[in-house]
């Protein structure tokens, strides 16, 4: 517990030192494996984020009252080439990305932290875990009082979004945006194998695929203009090639498609944001991304002028939209236990967190 690790370092640290004394070992940051360290988990009401990230405390005065991630933040005190960044955003900035209700001053939005033993946890970087949701504050506590004897990470999908949301999408939200909207130039699901070779997975494909499509032709494409899709595999290779009417590789969607899709993830909020990054990377398909957060999103809902999303709070149907190759491959060729069933289990596992997380903002 906190108060056993606090006692034996005061106890190491008055031990004689000797002439030849060493500098103490670096603190274990790994959360893998390590025991429970807390014996209350709860939620209390907090102040925005934007009021306490990246200003100083007295430190006595934080070790009192708060508990520092045990998750390392995967820096050394410098930035990282694999995009991960210590910055900290301004206070107008963070409230524009973080306010899931900034358009409308943000006044209706309430703050909850995530406390052990009374004290508030803070994420890797070490900003308060605050969240604009009771359900969701609960639901992260959840996840931390299910860790016994030993703490899994792989348990805590929520955790991890969040702490994402608040330290890193918070910073550079571009980056995020950026990377999501990559995968819209080669979205799976605009890739179809030829009926001519393969009837069975074709009709699999436009089963899972054809009214998500369609879709996305009446809420990004305006109507009239659909997702360019490939058929097979020359097909694909010739469409998806860089050529100098499009300089950047990926399949010609439309140029009116292309820009709703942008304006719509330039306007997520940070939480949004991390669910559709982790659906997007998990289907590999932006369309898919989008129409679970818009389905599962009823603020959004409720001013859709048009079709509802094919993924109404149907984390399931999303699951198997994301897996209709990989499912059909297993019915032909078999399941390979440690393999297939590990990746079933985590895109489920990502899929249904994110529909969790974005529902919880309508709370």
Known sequence: NIRGISSTTAASSAQPQSSSAQAPPPRDTRLAGRRRFCKVVGICAASPPWETMGKKENDSAATATTVDSPISAGVDGTQSATGITTDVASSDSLRAILDPNSSGGGSDTEWFNVTLDGRTLRTPLGHPLTVPSSA???????????????????????????????????????????????????????????????????????????????????????????????????????????????????????????????AWVNSLDAWRLIAMQAVTVEAKSFLVGMAVVRGCDLDHRIDEAISSPPYVEAGEEAVEASRVEEEFNIEQWGLVEGGHDYDRLNCSINIHSATFLVATLNN
């Open 136 to 262: 969701l504050a609960m639901a992260i506590a959840t996840e931390w009082d299910a860790q016994d004897p030993t703490i899994i990470p792989a348990q805590m999908p929520l955790t991890t979004m969040v702490c994402t949301a608040i330290d890193q999408i918070s910073a550079q939200p571009q980056f995020y945006r950026d990377n999501i909207l990559r995968y819209l130039k080669n979205d799976t699901t605009c890739y179809l194998t030829d009926p001519q070779e393969d009837r069975v997975l074709y009709r699999k494909q436009m089963k899972a695929w054809e009214e998500l499509h369609e879709w996305a032709q009446e809420h990004i494409g305006k109507g009239k203009h659909a997702p360019a899709r490939a058929v097979g595999n020359d097909e694909g290779l010739i469409m998806s090639r860089a050529r100098k009417s499009k300089p950047g590789a990926g399949l010609p969607h439309p140029d009116v498609l292309v820009e709703e899709a942008e």
